[in-house]
């Protein structure tokens, strides 16, 4: 049998593992368009930043492909997939046939129509290494760096750079930073403490205009406001990569079409990761996941499955673990638009907030007080009864004291788990 | 594989057992330069159970799952499964994003002491035996064959 995946990221790897670890001899062969083996997305910032060398950011060990047999095909940009005949074909022409396809193509930055941007030298996004390497180079200690995009991945680059140029200002057009996954009081929270750092906050607007042909010199603001710039990074948000897809003819909606197995329309076509929508807990819809934990289940599930297995995705929701400039912060599930159940100590930059109803949490957001968040994560995974625990969530620190002596035995001792 | 399972009853909430993973896991093995000298973090915590009349306790460390959700969440590689089904988290490349504590259902991953890698029990596989079941003076801790 011969599986071919497409994309070497935290999908891709942890489907290979699992096609292996079920099948000895299945080919399997991983095509990726950079030019390393897998590494830790998410640590590019930190190979930025010189916290990690390059040797640190692998995901996985030096001999990790040897030893499980897995074919690498690096600097190969798959172009083209025929779905009657099996093959994927490479840019340079090269054809891959395949019995089992995964698509875990990741995502791909969005840059949202701005006039004047053109393809200039110091325009960079934040999505892959090279990416990181090429910032790491452009910036001097005097740049004055731009990043638009008050996100995750904004943010993260601008905790990269601090220290490291003359001036770094966010511009997000959401009246808050992390707008996606934080109500109002706890991005406040954060804002205010990132802003301490010397990283300025430009926030309900826009860069509607860029100025300066080879370089970008100048931004121009929803506003009018015009800021001096010597590095502009995009980091609005990504949209997941479905070209391949979609040009194939595979059903595509918001993301790639699949179901509990990881099966697109096509069944011998299997799609894992970023690019994929999968079913929400909470709301029950389909959604784009986009983050690590739900990238290396969901190419776990779709591996197993390749490999003849039958087995089904749990669902799963939203979840972030992140510092900034050492603020910890935690969430998981809907945050919810209310202030109930809030708790801030704003001189230690401590908060908690339990989005708790109809008697189950829905979701959490802690700041510097983290301690076993896994336990709400769970909570909210199994959609528990709330009235049926030990105490009540909003009046003691959680711990596994919150289930009956019983339950809390079976779960230690794995007893009918 | 064997793994440490706590017997609440017993417990008598005395802390030995974080005192010896400590020094277990110290450059010095010495209880008195470990815990004066040295930032190691225990692996096994003591945990209370406050009911209206009493205060229980129970020794709680990783439960090196069948299936790892820290595993699976980690964003570096770092959090691992050794060929003895041992749950590792190689402290070289953990940069503490807490991304396995976010996920832990059972609330058994810390933030390390040097505020960077994350702690937890690695079994103290070069013992004999790990310290906190050796250490235990009421046999509230065993090592027992996984069901
Ligand atoms: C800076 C940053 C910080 C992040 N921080 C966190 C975090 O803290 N926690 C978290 O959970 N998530 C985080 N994420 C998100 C996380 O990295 C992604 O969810 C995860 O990498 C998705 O994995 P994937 O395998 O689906 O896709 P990817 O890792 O994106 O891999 C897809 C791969 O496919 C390749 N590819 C695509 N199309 C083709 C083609 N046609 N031919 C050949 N190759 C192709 C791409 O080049 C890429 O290498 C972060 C992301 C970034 C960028």
């Keep these: 049998m011969k599986c071919l995946i497409i994309g070497n990221g935290a999908a891709g790897i942890n489907a290979a593992a699992a096609i292996r670890e079920k099948n000895k001899h299945a080919g399997i062969t991983i095509i990726s368009d950079e030019g390393i083996?897998?590494?830790?997305?998410?640590?590019?910032?930190?190979?930025?930043?010189?916290?990690v060398s390059y040797e640190q950011i692998f995901y996985k060990g030096k001999d990790f492909y040897n030893e499980q047999k897995i074919h690498l095909d690096l600097n190969t940009h798959i172009a083209q997939i025929n779905l009657k005949e099996k093959i994927a074909v490479s840019t340079d022409g090269k054809t891959f046939p395949y019995d089992k396809l995964l698509l875990a193509t990741g995502s791909v930055p969005f840059i949202a129509p701005t006039k004047n941007l053109t393809n200039q030298k110091n325009v960079f996004t934040f999505l892959t290494f090279d990416q990181a390497d090429k910032i790491k180079h452009a910036v001097?200690?005097?740049?004055?760096?731009?990043?638009?995009?008050?996100?995750?991945i904004g943010l993260k680059a601008a905790e990269a750079l601090h220290g490291k140029?003359?001036?770094?200002?966010?511009?997000?057009?959401?009246?808050?930073?992390l707008a996606s996954i934080l109500d109002k009081s706890a991005a406040n929270l954060i804002e205010k403490f990132i802003s301490k750092k010397g990283i300025n906050f430009i926030l309900g607007k826009s860069v509607g205009?860029?100025?300066?042909?080879?370089?970008?010199?100048?931004?121009?603001?929803?506003?009018?406001?015009?800021l001096d710039c010597d590095i502009l990074i995009i980091a609005i948000g990504v949209r997941p990569n479905v070209e391949l897809a979609k040009n194939a003819g595979l059903e595509v909606k918001r993301a790639i079409v699949v179901n509990e197995k990881m099966q697109t329309s096509d069944p011998d076509v299997y799609a894992a990761g970023d690019c994929v929508q999968t079913r929400e807990l909470l709301s029950n819809e389909e959604k784009i996941l986009a983050i690590m934990p739900n990238a290396t289940a969901q190419g776990q599930t779709a591996g197993f499955n390749m490999a003849g297995e039958d087995i089904a995705l749990n669902p799963s929701t939203s979840m972030n673990a992140i510092s900034f400039f050492g603020l910890q912060l935690i969430c998981a599930g809907l945050t919810g638009g209310q202030e109930d159940n809030l708790f801030v100590d704003e001189n230690e930059y401590?908060?908690?907030?339990?989005?708790?109803?109809?008697?189950?949490?829905?979701?959490?957001?802690?700041?510097?007080?983290i301690a076993r968040a896994g336990i709400y994560t769970d909570l909210i995974k199994n959609q528990t009864k709330l009235s049926e625990l030990e105490y009540d969530l909003k009046q003691q620190d959680i711990g596994l004291n919150v289930y009956n002596k019983k339950e809390r035995h079976d779960k230690l001792w794995e007893i009918n788990q | 594989m064997k793994k440490v399972y706590p017997l609440e009853d017993k417990c008598l909430g005395c802390g030995l057992c974080e005192v010896y993973c400590r020094t277990a896991h110290s450059k010095s093995k010495d209880i008195v330069k470990a815990h004066k000298r040295e930032t190691t973090f225990s692996a096994i915590t003591i945990e209370e159970v406050l009911t209206p009349k009493t205060i229980k306790y129970f020794a709680l460390s990783c439960r090196h799952c069948t299936d790892p959700k820290c595993i699976m969440a980690c964003i570096s590689g770092a959090m691992f499964k050794d060929k003895d089904g041992i749950v590792k988290n190689?402290?070289?490349?953990?940069?503490?994003?807490?991304?396995?504590?976010?996920?832990?259902?059972?609330?058994?991953?810390?933030?390390?002491?040097?505020?960077?890698?994350?702690?937890?029990?690695?079994?103290?596989?070069?013992?004999?035996?790990?310290a906190c079941v050796a250490n235990c003076p009421?046999?509230?801790?065993k090592l027992e064959n996984v069901k």
């Design chain 1, 37 to 51: 083996e897998v590494y830790g997305r998410p640590l590019i910032s930190y190979y930025l930043s010189g916290k």
């Design chain 2, 138 to 141: 009421n046999e509230a801790l």
């Design chain 1, 350 to 369: 401590k908060l908690r907030r339990l989005n708790i109803a109809d008697d189950t949490l829905k979701g959490f957001v802690l700041i510097n007080d």
């Design chain 1, 165 to 177: 140029v003359g001036s770094i200002t966010v511009v997000d057009l959401a009246d808050r930073i």
């Design chain 2, 90 to 130: 190689d402290k070289n490349r953990c940069i503490g994003c807490l991304s396995c504590l976010l996920v832990c259902p059972f609330g058994a991953i810390k933030k390390g002491a040097d505020g960077k890698a994350v702690s937890k029990c690695d079994l103290c596989i070069e013992l004999e035996e790990p």
């Design chain 1, 209 to 226: 205009e860029v100025y300066g042909d080879e370089n970008v010199q100048k931004v121009i603001l929803s506003d009018g406001q015009v």
């Design chain 1, 140 to 152: 001097k200690p005097n740049s004055k760096v731009v990043i638009v995009g008050g996100g995750l």
